[in-house]
Structure formats: C-alpha cells, structure tokens
C-alpha cells in the first residue's frame, strides 16, 4: 500500500511489470467513506478499513480496488495490478478499477478540483499504458445492471448502481462522460517543460532510452536549462522530446 502524488504515479505506473491484458478502466466512487470521513491525513486508515470491509465483509480475497483516489489528489495503491478487481461483475476481466473517494450523487459531496484533476491525469497515464483509447477505454459502473448486462449508459430502474455517481463529471451517462470528461482525456499533451517531465518522457514514451539514475539525470537537465555553459544541451532535448 503506497501513498502517491500524480507525478511520482506516473513514474510507478510504467515501473511495474502487467502480466495479464488490459482494456479497460473502470471508473467508481467509493459512496462511504464519503468527503466527511477524509481528514488530509488518514488515507491509509481508510484504505485499511475499505480492505477490510471488502475481505471480512464482502468475502473478497483483497481489496477490490486497484488505486483511490482522494480530495487532495493523492493516490492510494490496493489491489496487485496483475489480479482481477472485483468493481463491475461481468466487466472486471481485463480491467483496472480506480475508486474516487466520496459520494458523488447529486447533493453529495463537491469534487474538488484537487481530486479532479488527479482523476484525469490518472485516467489519461493508464490509458497511454496500455495503449487504450478513451472513448472505449473507459467505463462506469453504472452501464452495468444487477445480472451483469452491458447497458451502455446509466438507466435508473435497471443500473446496478448510480456509481461514479449521478454529478460525476456532470453526470454518470454515456453522454455525460462524452460531453464532460473525455474531453479532458483526449486533450493533447502539453510541452514538456521541467527536467523530470523530459527524463520520463525519454524512458517511458516512444524513444525509450533507458537513463539510469533517474534522479541524478533529471537535477543535470534543470540545472543545465538555467547554466549557459549547458542550456543548448537542455534545448536540444526539449525539441527531441516535444516533436515526438
């Protein structure tokens, strides 16, 4: 169980080794514990009693969950990557189930912007991962009903559950999700512009180059952009990298 900002996720994600395929990502919100539950520091306490609940509650053999997310952005690693959630019944083969921490039906809980923004990223890291488009990439809950049929959209009445939530991104349908939130995963990405962006890019992205000492190379690349003995090196990578 580790505790994650989005940068230092982004650099885990790619650092582990998935052994089974990968199609999907399955987007949640966790109900209760709910916003007023979260106190800035206890994100780990919640992710124990979440684990707990799903294995001596619900039979579970962990936590069903693969990471969650909270109001701060913070990410919280559960379940191994290599097993199978247990978060849609019927679509979890193939999938990675994130859970957003709160209650995200209309009158409950706000998003912030914090956690906002880290869903997306987040969503956006996976997605470039695997090699996933976000149109079909990307699922709710709520396009699943009781007995495990695919709906396609969220129908009250039939739905297993409103989950994400029925203000999730405004709104937890096929048309919400395509109105408000893919957008903001199919935006391009930005220029890179800090030293450790740069030193990801090369390893992860489609150059690969294998940099040892991650840490030491991304303090060279910074310290060479603002050194004018060095700064046409910093520049020159700075083109390689954003006309990828």
């Given at each position: 169980m580790k505790l994650l900002s989005v940068e230092e996720f982004k650099g885990y994600i790619f650092s582990l080794k998935v052994t089974r395929s990968v199609n999907k990502i399955q987007l949640h919100h966790t109900w209760e514990p709910s916003y007023d539950n979260f106190n800035g520091s206890n994100h780990l306490a919640l992710q124990k009693g979440m684990r707990n609940h799903h294995v001596n509650t619900n039979g579970y053999s962990d936590i069903a969950q693969h990471f969650t997310i909270f109001p701060d952005?913070?990410?919280?690693?559960?379940?191994?990557i290599n097993s199978i959630p247990a978060g849609i019944k019927g679509a979890n083969t193939g999938a990675i189930c994130i859970e957003c921490l709160g209650n995200f039906d209309v009158g409950g809980d706000v998003m912030t912007v914090e956690q906002k923004n880290a869903i997306v990223s987040v969503v956006k890291i996976l997605l470039d991962r695997f090699g996933l488009d976000a149109k079909t990439g990307v699922v709710y809950h709520a396009w699943w009903s009781s007995d495990q049929k695919a709906l396609g959209t969220y129908v009250p009445g039939k739905s297993v559950k409103t989950c994400p939530g029925t203000a999730f991104f405004g709104g937890n349908t096929?048309?919400?999700?395509?109105?408000?939130?893919?957008?903001?995963?199919?935006?391009?990405?930005?220029?890179?512009?800090t030293g450790n962006d740069i030193v990801w890019e090369l390893m992860n992205g489609p150059l690969k180059v294998q940099i040892s000492e991650v840490q030491k190379a991304v303090k060279a690349l910074d310290q060479a952009k603002n050194n004018p003995e060095y700064n046409?090196?910093?520049w020159i990578i700075?083109?390689?990298?954003?006309?990828?």
């Open positions: 952005g913070k990410i919280c690693t559960g379940r191994n096929r048309e919400a999700f395509e109105k408000n939130l893919l957008p903001l995963l199919e935006v391009k990405k930005t220029l890179l512009e046409s090196l910093y700075y083109k390689i990298v954003n006309n990828r």
